[in-house]
Structure formats: C-alpha cells, structure tokens
C-alpha cells in the first residue's frame, strides 16, 4: 500500500481547499467514475496511466506509447496512443489538453457502426467541433486547448455547454476508447496533442458537473 501511495500521491489529486479527488468534484459518487487518469504533474509515466478511481482496475495501457513528462503530460505526435475501457451508452467524458492542431481525428474516442461511438473531435480540419455520445452535436468554434466534455445531452467547451447532441445510442461498443485518436472498430485513427487529464462517467453528467470538473482538471 505504502508503494501505492508513493506512487499515486494523495494532496495532488485533491480539489483545492477541499478534501475531493478531483474526479469527484461537483458531489460525484467514486461509483459513477469509470475511469479517471492524471498525466500532467503524474509521479511517473508508469503513474500517469493508473486509474485513479480504481487503481489496478480499468488502468490505460499502450496502444503505442506516447511520451510523458510531468509538466506536459502525455504527448502524441500522430502516432502515440493508449486505450482505456469499452464504453456503453449514456457515459459522459471529458478531456484536459493542449497543443492540438486542425485535424482529422478526435483527441479520445471510440467509433463503430450507426451511433456507437463516443468521441470529441475539439478542431476537425473543416473548422468544426464535433461532439458524439451516442448522438452528434457540432458547432463552428474550434479549438487547440482547453477542457472539452461530451454527455448524451451536450458537448461542453472549458465546462459551459458548447451545442446540444442529437440522437442517441442504438447498440453494443466492442472496441475500446483510444486516448490521442480514436478506435474504429480496431482500425486507430491518430491526432497529434498533448493530454493532460482523462476522466470517464457511467451517467449523464449534469452541467454544474461538468463546470466542476472542467475546472478541477484545468487546475491540475
């Protein structure tokens, strides 16, 4: 426990001023968090791929391993990834980064047939976001940094709802969520960023939830 502890931290991963992991900020159940992976200011590379929440359980592990530093956190160079959990219907996620360029592919995601797909495409090389749990939202206000999240109900730019999603989940996910580009149905798509903080929810986040966390993983 005692080399958990080292490796993990405690004070780092709380809510300033506050005794909350920071994945739990806005009254969240430990619960309601699939996963939730700190790479910025991480103790190490091997650390930065714990699932805080749960560690040892749902861990991210190497698509291809993308370089790490604590200052920058993860950084994939269009090539670099790591997978997480296969998602299921009404999940929510957001996602702390930098550094991210027009292009292609999302930043996370997951993609397979009809709306079985949870992603977030923060600059698509069209000039849009595009913000996919199940149903699609999209909105020409792109972005390279910041704090994006998607629910089943909305996507959020830095913890304010950004557009409204339509439609909804119409089946089962088999292939896993990809951190630096997305898996379609096992062919992965790569982008090319830095990752700070990764945080996934069994559950619709609400929007005070998502102002919170936004704002707890902009602070790490």
């Given at each position: 426990m005692s080399t958990l502890i080292t490796l993990l931290g405690s004070a780092p991963n709380l809510v300033p001023g506050a005794a909350t992991p920071w994945y739990l900020a806005g009254g969240l159940s430990s619960g309601n968090c699939?996963?939730?992976?700190?790479?910025?200011?991480?103790?190490?590379?091997?650390?930065?791929?714990?699932?805080?929440?749960?560690?040892?359980?749902?861990?991210?592990?190497?698509?291809?391993?993308p370089a790490w530093s604590a200052a920058d956190g993860w950084t994939c160079s269009g090539g670099q990834y790591l997978f997480s959990v296969v998602p299921s219907g009404g999940w929510s996620m957001l996602v702390q980064f930098s550094n991210l360029a027009a292009n292609i592919n999302p930043v996370v995601g997951m993609y397979e047939s009809g709306n079985v797909r949870?992603?977030?495409?923060?600059?698509?090389?069209?000039?849009?976001?595009?913000?996919?749990?199940g149903g699609s939202g999209q909105i020409a206000d792109p972005y390279g940094a910041g704090n994006a999240a998607v629910t089943p109900a909305f996507g959020y730019k830095n913890g304010?709802?950004?557009?409204?999603?339509?439609?909804?989940?119409?089946?089962?996910?088999?292939?896993?969520?990809?951190?630096?580009?997305?898996?379609?149905?096992?062919?992965?798509?790569?982008?090319?960023?830095?990752?700070?903080?990764?945080?996934?929810?069994?559950?619709?986040?609400?929007?005070?939830?998502?102002?919170?966390?936004?704002?707890?993983?902009?602070?790490?």
């Open positions: 699939v996963v939730a992976y700190r790479a910025k200011g991480a103790a190490s590379y091997a650390a930065s791929k714990i699932n805080l929440n749960n560690p040892g359980v749902n861990d991210a592990f190497e698509g291809a391993a949870l992603n977030i495409y923060p600059y698509y090389t069209d000039s849009n976001v595009y913000y996919r749990s304010a709802p950004h557009v409204a999603i339509g439609g909804t989940w119409n089946g089962t996910a088999t292939c896993r969520l990809v951190i630096g580009g997305a898996n379609a149905s096992g062919s992965i798509n790569c982008c090319s960023c830095k990752i700070q903080a990764f945080a996934l929810y069994n559950i619709t986040l609400s929007d005070s939830q998502v102002a919170a966390l936004a704002a707890a993983m902009a602070a790490l």
